[in-house]
């Protein structure tokens, strides 16, 4: 990590796009290839758009902003989003800059442990088949670690395993596998380590093998955030009670649930596009984690304290700062650069606060004027904005400068 850059820029939305770039160039964080990526208007260049997909056409864009005001554990961060859905950046910036008032959020990441599953079906007898992968469970292991040696190297391998029998009459069971995967997102990893230690597991419980590939519910790599505002932040007491009753809704109705969470995986979502991350795998997982004792309820809850508000979000965070395909993409380099953070927990970490930040903005705003006066204001200053650049910018274009073709 460099020094550290404040997250805390007033009046950056007022600027043009031009000027709200140099002032990310002054952080010295950005190289001079995600300066040049940033100044021809982002995108990705043919042949690398090809590497990364099959049958590519050409390439489809989406704006990256950056939320600011971010405090994450002590240390002020810059958080890239990519997002198509108007006012999710100024939303997740506006409710980070209340939360920066009482020192911002803090968090928590567990270690990077992956699940992987091995499905049996006819496995003769399901009953004894636990005892039996538990007597050979520290061969299974280090048949696991030898099929991924790079991740075993980096301080990653297997941790621990369970057996579940999941339909006894037809032995139909799924063996879990828990591998350390380090700062990787370790998709790839755990299905390699499935595959090669089925076979050994399969001379022991007999049956015929299944699948042979993660969880998307990887229970035992998770974060949680935490943080607290005050009352007159909010909008004084009033607003505060409302946070707190919204948050009552959420647990009590899976309708209101859903939404809820909506709200938190716009935030969540969003930077784990612009950083390159498999937002789909996140999604999954944080749903199944909603409704993992039989109702759907809220990722995040929010009760009344004396000073105003504390907000809490424990989720699934499978992802990764090394590895995959995505840093390819100059974009993602340069999301990175501007975090400045290298350990995957501390990205989950970031990327959880974003989803309260905009929870807690989007429940503020319902709580008091309701939310289509916000995004009217929102609208309305965009409108401004890009009015005012669109008059500075025109000449530059004229001359043959601004965004690349
Ligand atoms: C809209 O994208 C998200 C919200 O619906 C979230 C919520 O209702 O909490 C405003």
């Known amino acids: 990590m460099t020094d550290s850059v404040t997250s805390r820029i007033p009046g950056f939305y007022k600027k043009s796009l031009r000027e709200r770039l140099a002032r990310l160039v002054e952080t010295g964080r950005l190289s001079p290839e995600s300066i040049a990526f940033l100044e021809a208007g982002g995108g ?3 042949d690398v758009a090809d590497r990364m997909s099959e049958n590519v056409v050409g390439c489809y864009g989406l704006p990256m902003g950056i939320a600011l005001n971010f405090r994450v554990n002590n240390r002020d961060v810059l958080v890239p989003m990519s997002v198509e859905e108007p006012s999710v950046v100024a939303a997740a910036s506006n409710a980070a800059r209340l939360v920066r008032m009482t020192g911002g959020f803090t968090g928590k990441a567990s270690a990077s442990i992956m699940t992987t599953q091995i499905q049996f079906d006819a496995v003769p007898e399901p009953a004894q088949a636990t005892a039996r992968v538990e007597a050979i469970r520290e ?3 280090a048949a696991g670690d030898a099929s991924i040696p790079g991740m075993v190297r980096r301080g990653g391998g297997c941790r621990d395993l369970d057996v579940r029998v999941l339909d006894a009459a037809e032995g139909v069971l799924v063996v879990h596998l828990y591998v350390d995967v380090g700062d990787a997102m370790g998709a790839n990893v755990v299905d390699t380590v499935a595959e090669a230690v089925a076979p050994l597991v399969h001379a ?8 042979r590939i993660l969880s998307n ?3 035992r790599r998770t974060v949680k955030v935490t943080c607290e505002v005050m009352a007159d932040a909010v909008g004084g007491a009033k607003v505060a009670d409302g946070i707190a009753k919204a948050s009552r809704f959420a647990e009590l109705d899976p309708f209101r649930a859903v939404t809820h969470n909506k709200g938190i995986m716009n935030g969540v979502d969003a930077v784990a596009l612009a950083t390159g991350q498999d937002w789909r795998s996140l999604e999954a997982g944080a749903h199944a984690f909603a409704s993992r004792d039989g109702q759907y309820r809220p990722l995040a809850t929010w009760r009344r304290t004396e000073l105003g ?3 809490e979000l424990e989720m699934p965070m499978a992802v990764g700062t090394v590895g ?5 993409h100059q974009g993602v380099r340069a999301a990175f650069e501007l975090m400045d953070l290298e350990r995957a927990g501390d990205l989950g970490v970031v990327i959880a606060a974003a989803g309260l930040a905009s929870n807690l903005a989007a429940l503020k705003a319902l709580a008091g004027e309701g939310i289509q006066e916000g995004h009217m204001r929102l609208h309305a200053r965009k409108a401004e904005v890009a009015e005012k650049t669109e008059a500075e910018e ?3 274009r004229a001359l043959g400068e601004g965004k690349a073709p």
Request: aromatic share 4%; net charge positive; charged share 20%.
């Open 217 to 219: 519910l990887p229970l």
């Open 44 to 46: 990705l260049p043919a």
């Open 204 to 211: 022991e419980i007999g049956g015929e093998i299944g699948l």
């Open 139 to 141: 061969r299974i292991f």
């Open 309 to 311: 508000v504390r907000g």
């Open 394 to 396: 025109a000449p530059r």
């Open 324 to 328: 995959g395909s995505t840093r390819v």
